[in-house]
């Protein structure tokens, strides 16, 4: 006599399928190759930002918000893509401030103020010497361009390592 094995995967794959097609669906790969739509990562994450304190400081905010999903671009300064102190040089200048251009030259403008203290708009400078800053934008979040193949994005502050310091621009 013959005993035939069948894996508990098997049998949960005959059933799914069973059920599918009960209900009916139909699964060929033509139509699930056809069907599959862009992946949500493009798109830009809605995040309501805790209010900044100044109108300088939310308008920085919503124009570096409103850059999400632009790709990273060393040396950009937008409007097509940015890098990451390229994106809070561009958002500062649309809320009419002056910072200096590269993120270890952002790491002294302005007054630092500690960590806990973090307010929306201010820049969060990582490694030492500095070389990566974000902008940030309530709640543990902020927004930044990392590098190449990531858009602008928001993340939160805690998950880029290396943080240095905080600073308070406007």
């Not at 990582?126 to 309530?138: E, L, N, R, S």
């Amino acid at each position: 006599m013959t005993t035939t094995r069948t894996s508990s995967s098997s049998r949960v794959r005959g059933a799914t399928l069973a059920l599918l097609t009960g209900a009916g669906l139909a699964l060929t790969p033509l139509a699930a190759s056809v069907a599959v739509a862009p992946p949500a990562a493009a798109a830009p994450v809605m995040f309501s930002a805790a209010p900044a304190p100044t109108p300088t400081t939310q308008a920085a905010v919503n124009h570096a918000l409103a850059q999400q999903g632009k790709p990273y671009v060393y040396g950009g300064t937008g409007p097509g893509g940015f890098d990451c102190s390229g994106l809070t040089f561009a958002a500062y200048k649309a809320a009419g401030v002056q910072l200096p251009r590269t993120s270890r030259a952002q790491a002294t403008a302005g007054v630092e103020v500690p960590w806990y203290a973090m307010q929306p708009g201010d820049l969060i400078t990582f490694y030492d010497p500095v070389g990566h800053v974000g902008m940030a934008i309530g709640n543990g979040m902020m927004v930044h361009s990392s590098t190449y193949g990531k858009p602008v994005s928001i993340v939160r502050v805690d998950s880029v390592p290396g943080y240095h310091s905080t600073r308070r621009v406007a």
